[in-house]
């Protein structure tokens, strides 16, 4: 039986005695090496973190499933969360394993339609509100303020709990600490946890060294950027269209305690990154996870030395959570012919 995130980092998770143990199989995520991205920056040892591998898609789990315990050994009677997707879809999954009713509030119109199926299919009640991510997360909190239901929002410390034990399998997988991790930010908790992570692996002398810290907004979404809110976010990738971050002051901490950066991507970048990642790695992400590789391949494209650096870029979530952008990529090659081999035969002969 799979051991997932509580049982495997249990002692260096908030956990107690009385904290109930389960999993969907969260965690324990391949670290693939590049193939071709890594040689286009000139970087060696370049790898990718397969966060889409969690059991609902992305790497909200491995918070979720903490938030979740934690609610529960509280004695909870609800869950709610706002999300741009990801973390309603993980939150309605573990809400369903566990039996707690579990409410979503999400920006009418802008979640991608795999996330919304999972939400609908794990049975959560979905408040479709006029207004972005950053409106529905101020709702959820008035709402989780003045009734017995617990928020797991990254805002929850249990789900960057949760999330750092990402960075203490990197550590494990590589016996150290990469020089530069590359990763996207939206309300800012991911970049938070892994920092964290990084500096618990450095403390317990699992590694003497810990990354730079890269995080890559896009353009329309860039708050952290640009050192201010912005009231109407808009970028194709939909999971980071995010104008008021709840972990801002922590994500310019984990910035500037490792000397790394936050910088922002173009829509372009990000959809050129996402097809790239797809074509020549085998690697189907969602746009939002592409935006740390789009700012990796910037920053090469603008000097950032990377031979002989090693790098992480944390691939966030799975292809098939945005249905409609995939299928707006120009298939390389796709023709209607007979079920007739010969026909087939000739097709490919002639390429
Ligand atoms: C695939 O689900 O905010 O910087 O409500 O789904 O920790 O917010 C999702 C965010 C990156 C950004 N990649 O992480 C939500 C939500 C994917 C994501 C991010 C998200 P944070």
């Known amino acids: 039986m799979t051991k997932g995130v509580l049982e495997k980092y249990r002692s260096y998770l908030p956990l107690t005695d009385d904290t109930p143990m389960f999993s969907l199989g969260e965690g324990d995520t391949p670290l693939v090496k590049s193939r071709a991205i890594g040689e286009m920056v000139g970087c060696d040892e370049l790898y990718f973190k397969l966060e889409g591998c969690n059991p609902t898609g992305s790497f909200k789990d491995r918070g979720m499933v903490v938030a979740v315990a934690k609610a529960l050994e509280g004695g909870v009677t609800g869950i709610a969360c706002a999300s741009t997707g990801n973390t309603s879809a993980s939150a309605a999954a573990y809400g369903a394993y566990m039996g707690i009713p579990t409410t979503v509030i999400v920006p009418k119109g802008h979640v991608s339609r795999g996330k919304l199926a999972q939400a609908i299919a794990y049975g959560a ?12 997360l101020d709702l959820v909190r008035d709402l989780t303020e003045r009734n017995p239901i617990i928020l797991v929002n990254s805002i ?171 299928n707006e990529i120009e298939p390389e090659w796709m023709e209607e012919y007979p079920p007739d081999v010969a026909a087939v035969e000739q097709a490919l002969t002639v390429g």
């Open 125 to 136: 009640r979905i408040m479709l509100i006029r207004g972005s991510f950053d409106h529905a």
């Open 156 to 326: 929850n410390p249990n789900r960057i709990q949760g999330q750092k034990t990402a960075a203490f399998e990197i550590v494990e997988d590589l016996g150290a600490a990469p020089d530069l991790l590359f990763i996207p930010v939206g309300n800012a908790g991911n970049i938070t946890a892994y920092w964290m992570g990084f500096h618990e692996a450095f403390i317990n002398e699992w590694t003497s060294t810990r990354p730079k810290m890269m995080g890559f907004q896009a353009q329309g979404a860039a708050p952290i950027v640009r050192g201010d809110v912005v009231p109407d976010p808009e970028t194709i990738a939909s999971a980071i269209r995010i104008g008021n971050p709840a972990s801002w002051n922590s994500a310019i901490r984990a910035r500037d305690e490792s000397g790394g950066t936050i910088d922002m991507v173009s829509d372009e970048d990000i959809l050129d990154a996402y097809k790239l990642m797809a074509s020549r790695e085998g690697i189907f992400c969602e746009p939002a996870s592409a935006a740390g590789v789009a700012g990796l391949l910037k920053h090469a494209r603008n000097g950032l030395e990377m031979e002989g650096k090693r790098a992480v870029c944390v691939i966030t979530g799975s292809g098939l959570k945005d249905p409609d952008l995939a």
